[in-house]
C-alpha cells in the first residue's frame, strides 16, 4: 500500500472532530467528497487533498452550516459574479432555515402550552390530553371542541398567579450538573427572554461565578455600556455591597443598540474611559458589540484587568465575533453565543449573581438609609 495514501480509519483519525468512516462515505454519496482510488483490495485510499477537505467541512460543519450550505460554500469559486450568486443561495437556504425554525417554535409553544402549566391546572390539563388523543380533524365540530379546550385551560389562569419555578421544572433541560448559582442564573436569563432554547447559548468560564462573588464581596466598580443597562440593575443589592455602577456611554438619549454602536464609534472620550476602569471591576456589556470589542483589545494589550466581563451585545456580525474574542481571553465571563443578547438579559446576569450574595431589604427606603450613613 501506498505509503503517502490513508485508509479511511486513518483518515478519519487525522481530521478528528467526531468524525466517523460512515460519516466519511456519507459524504461521498451526497458529493460533498470525491470518490478516492481503490488499492488492489479495494480498500479507499485517501490523499492530503482530501483530509484538507475533510477539515474545512467539519470545521463549518461545527460552525452550525447544514451540509447543504457547505457544499456551495467550498464548490464556489473567488471570481466576483460566482460569489454574489453564492451569497443569494445562501439567502434562500437561510430564509428557509428560518421557516423550519418558526414551525419548530410553533411546536414548542403548543408543548409549552402544557407542559408549562403548574398543579392547579392539571386537572383540565389532563383532559385536554385526552381529547387531544381522540381529536377529530376531519370535523369542524372536532376542531371547535378542542378550542375549547384550550380556552377552558386558559380560564385558569384568572385564578391564580403563575408559578414561574414549577413550569420551568418542566421545560428546562437536566442543569443538575451546574452549580445551584449557575442554575439560578440560567433560569433567570430564560425568565427574562421567555425563550427556553437560550440554554444552549449561555456560556461561562469556569470561573466565573467565583470571580463575580469575590469581586461583588470586595465592593468592585460596575462599569456598564448604556444608562438602560444600569437602569435595570439590582440598585439595592448592589449599594448594600458597596459596588459603585459607571455608565461609559453616558448619554441618557441612547436607548438603542444601533444608537450606543454609533455613539460609540463617533466619540473617542468614552473608548478612553473605558480604558481607565478600576482593576477588578465587572464589566457588563448589553448593546453595543464595540463596546466589547474595545473590552477585548485593551485586555490583550493588558490596559485593563477585569474581574469578569458579562458579555451579551446584540448584533449579526459584530456581536457573534466580539463574543467569540471575549471567551478567548483568558478571563471570567458570561455571554451568550450568536446574535442573542440584550441590555436585559445582560442586568439579569449580574442581578442573579448579586441575588446570589445577598437578600434584599424589604423596602427600598434601605436605599435612603444608606446614603445616609
Given at each position: 500500500?501506498n505509503s503517502?495514501?490513508?485508509?479511511?480509519?486513518?483518515?478519519?483519525?487525522?481530521?478528528?472532530g467526531?468524525?466517523?468512516?460512515?460519516?466519511?462515505?456519507?459524504?461521498?454519496?451526497?458529493?460533498?467528497?470525491p470518490q478516492p482510488?481503490?488499492?488492489?483490495s479495494?480498500?479507499?485510499?485517501?490523499?492530503?487533498?482530501?483530509?484538507?477537505?475533510?477539515?474545512?467541512?467539519?470545521?463549518?460543519?461545527?460552525?452550525?452550516?447544514?451540509?447543504?450550505?457547505?457544499?456551495n460554500?467550498?464548490?464556489?469559486?473567488p471570481?466576483?459574479?460566482?460569489?454574489?450568486?453564492?451569497?443569494?443561495?445562501?439567502?434562500?437556504?437561510?430564509?428557509?432555515?428560518?421557516?423550519?425554525?418558526?414551525?419548530?417554535?410553533?411546536?414548542?409553544?403548543?408543548?409549552e402550552?402544557?407542559?408549562g402549566?403548574?398543579?392547579?391546572?392539571?386537572?383540565i390539563?389532563?383532559?385536554v390530553?385526552?381529547q387531544?388523543?381522540?381529536?377529530?380533524?376531519?370535523t369542524?365540530?372536532?376542531?371547535?371542541?378542542?378550542?375549547?379546550?384550550?380556552?377552558?385551560?386558559?380560564?385558569?389562569?384568572?385564578?391564580?398567579?403563575?408559578?414561574f419555578?414549577?413550569?420551568?421544572?418542566?421545560?428546562?433541560?437536566d442543569?443538575?450538573?451546574?452549580?445551584?448559582i449557575?442554575?439560578?442564573?440560567?433560569?433567570?436569563?430564560?425568565?427574562?427572554?421567555?425563550?427556553?432554547?437560550?440554554?444552549?447559548?449561555?456560556?461561562l468560564?469556569?470561573?466565573?461565578?467565583?470571580?463575580?462573588?469575590?469581586?461583588?464581596?470586595?465592593?468592585?466598580?460596575?462599569?456598564?455600556?448604556?444608562q438602560?443597562?444600569?437602569?435595570?440593575?439590582?440598585?439595592?443589592?448592589l449599594?448594600?455591597?458597596?459596588?459603585?455602577i459607571?455608565?461609559?456611554?453616558?448619554?441618557?438619549?441612547?436607548?438603542?443598540?444601533t444608537?450606543?454602536?454609533?455613539a460609540?464609534?463617533q466619540?473617542?472620550e468614552?473608548?478612553?474611559?473605558?480604558?481607565q476602569?478600576?482593576?477588578?471591576?465587572?464589566l457588563?456589556?448589553?448593546?453595543?458589540?464595540?463596546?466589547l470589542?474595545?473590552?477585548?483589545?485593551?485586555i490583550?494589550?493588558?490596559?485593563?484587568?477585569?474581574?469578569?466581563?458579562?458579555?451579551?451585545?446584540?448584533?449579526?456580525s459584530h456581536?457573534?465575533a466580539?463574543?467569540?474574542?471575549?471567551?478567548?481571553?483568558?478571563i471570567?465571563?458570561?455571554?451568550?453565543?450568536?446574535?442573542?443578547g440584550?441590555?436585559?438579559?445582560?442586568?439579569?446576569?449580574?442581578?442573579?449573581?448579586?441575588?446570589?450574595?445577598?437578600?434584599?431589604?424589604?423596602?427600598?427606603?434601605?436605599?435612603?438609609?444608606s446614603?445616609?450613613?
Amino acid at each position: 500500500m501506498n505509503s503517502s495514501k490513508l485508509t479511511i480509519k486513518q483518515l478519519t483519525h487525522l481530521v478528528g472532530g467526531g468524525l466517523t468512516p460512515r460519516m466519511v462515505r456519507h459524504y461521498h454519496q451526497l458529493g460533498l467528497l470525491p470518490q478516492p482510488v481503490r488499492s488492489p483490495s479495494n480498500y479507499r485510499l485517501y490523499t492530503k487533498k482530501d483530509v484538507l477537505r475533510l477539515q474545512r467541512i467539519v470545521a463549518l460543519k461545527q460552525q452550525g452550516f447544514q451540509l447543504n450550505h457547505i457544499r456551495n460554500i467550498l464548490e464556489v469559486e473567488p471570481e466576483a459574479d460566482t460569489t454574489v450568486n453564492l451569497m443569494g443561495q445562501l439567502q434562500q437556504q437561510y430564509r428557509a432555515v428560518m421557516q423550519q425554525i418558526s414551525q419548530l417554535r410553533q411546536t414548542a409553544s403548543a408543548l409549552e402550552g402544557l407542559l408549562g402549566r403548574d398543579r392547579h391546572c392539571q386537572i383540565i390539563q389532563a383532559e385536554v390530553l385526552a381529547q387531544l388523543k381522540l381529536l377529530d380533524v376531519e370535523t369542524q365540530a372536532g376542531l371547535g371542541g378542542l378550542e375549547n379546550l384550550w380556552s377552558g385551560l386558559d380560564a385558569e389562569i384568572h385564578t391564580h398567579s403563575e408559578a414561574f419555578t414549577e413550569s420551568l421544572q418542566r421545560l428546562l433541560p437536566d442543569l443538575s450538573h451546574r452549580s445551584e448559582i449557575e442554575q439560578h442564573l440560567i433560569s433567570q436569563l430564560v425568565l427574562a427572554c421567555g425563550d427556553v432554547s437560550l440554554v444552549s447559548f449561555v456560556k461561562l468560564s469556569r470561573d466565573a461565578i467565583a470571580a463575580s462573588r469575590e469581586a461583588l464581596s470586595a465592593s468592585c466598580q460596575i462599569v456598564v455600556d448604556t444608562q438602560t443597562v444600569a437602569a435595570a440593575l439590582d440598585q439595592t443589592r448592589l449599594l448594600h455591597l458597596g459596588c459603585h455602577i459607571e455608565t461609559l456611554i453616558d448619554n441618557p438619549h441612547i436607548t438603542t443598540a444601533t444608537e450606543a454602536e454609533l455613539a460609540f464609534w463617533q466619540h473617542r472620550e468614552w473608548r478612553s474611559k473605558l480604558q481607565q476602569v478600576n482593576q477588578g471591576c465587572v464589566l457588563v456589556v448589553g448593546y453595543a458589540p464595540s463596546v466589547l470589542v474595545e473590552i477585548c483589545e485593551a485586555i490583550v494589550n493588558q490596559k485593563i484587568q477585569p474581574a469578569l466581563v458579562i458579555g451579551m451585545p446584540i448584533g449579526f456580525s459584530h456581536a457573534p465575533a466580539a463574543k467569540r474574542q471575549l471567551m478567548q481571553q483568558g478571563i471570567p465571563f458570561i455571554t451568550v453565543e450568536g446574535t442573542l443578547g440584550g441590555g436585559a438579559l445582560a442586568a439579569t446576569a449580574l442581578n442573579a449573581l448579586v441575588e446570589s450574595l445577598i437578600d434584599k431589604p424589604d423596602c427600598h427606603c434601605y436605599l435612603k438609609n444608606s446614603a445616609e450613613h
